[in-house]
């Protein structure tokens, strides 16, 4: 079994969310293929980690990989905001969000994640349900996706690329990722379309945002996850961009200021990758980690 995804911050995530001695639980709430999952469980002989994930396929690796430690991995197949929904109260002692979605999805999945291959234009996690990125690009009207991908790829080039796309799609369907690519690099002026990243990377960012709803997800997986923390445990959440982040960072700063805060912050400044793991592992470079208690 190949492992394709690299922990992000594995050594700063370990420092900055302690486990207590004895039986303890963690929730990690984004397992992917459970890089963060096998460290905790390493290190910590008497951890239960439930380990959440919408993805069928990459939670079969994870469960392969974590097989050695028995039943202290307990692995979920669902949207992490829905699981914690059921969760008791003040029942973990810790709990990790990774937001970033994994190089598996890029590299194995086969559903149109990345511009650089010519795959189905997917994107979904639950390939079960909901709408694809190809009935978002075939389907929404010219200024839903210049809002979406304006909104959510924070595109100063969004209408022209949602123009192009339209066009495009009257000849035929647009179906592959690798063919959406070509019309949002043909859309963009020359000199962006050689500039530090793909011209194409904030629209497919947009369009796998929308199709998971993925921000939507955060506010009330970080209420619940408050609630569900015992005192003095602790939340851990690493963003990638800056939407998911600015979420993270107002809902802690808005929970710790309010009359009844249940919450301390821990990170008044984001921690952020060393050189050395940037270097080693670029698409790190843009990962934040926040850090509460409760109290």
Known sequence: MEIVHYPVMHREVLENLPIPSGDSLMIDCTTGEGGHTSLFLSKYPSLTVIGIDRDKEIQKKATERLSGFGGRF???????????????????????????????????????????????????????????????????SEESLADIIYRYGEERYSRRIARAIAEERAKAPIESSERLGEVIRGAVPKEYRYGRIHPATRTFQALRIEVNKELDRITPALENAIRI?????????????????????????????????????????????????????PPSRSAKLRVVERI
Not at 110 to 126: A, H, K, Q, V, Y
Not at 259 to 273: A, F, G, H, Q
Request: cysteine-free; glycine content about 6%; hydrophobic content about 35%.
């Open 74 to 140: 307990r692995p979920v197949n669902a949207w992490f905001d829905e699981y914690l929904e059921t969760v008791p109260s003040e029942s973990a002692d810790a709990i990790l969000f990774d937001l970033g979605i994994s190089m598996f999805h890029y590299v194995e999945s086969d559903r149109g994640f990345s511009f650089r291959s010519d795959e189905p234009l997917d994107m979904r996690l639950n390939t079960g349900s909901g709408m694809s990125a190809a009935d978002i690009v075939n389907g929404y």
């Open 229 to 281: 923390l015992k005192k003095g445990g602790r939340v851990a959440v690493i963003t990638f961009h800056s939407l998911e982040d600015r979420k993270v960072k107002w809902f802690f700063k808005d929970e710790a200021a309010s009359e009844n805060p249940r919450i301390r912050i821990l990170t008044k400044k984001p921690i952020i990758p060393s050189e050395e793991e940037s270097n080693e592992n």
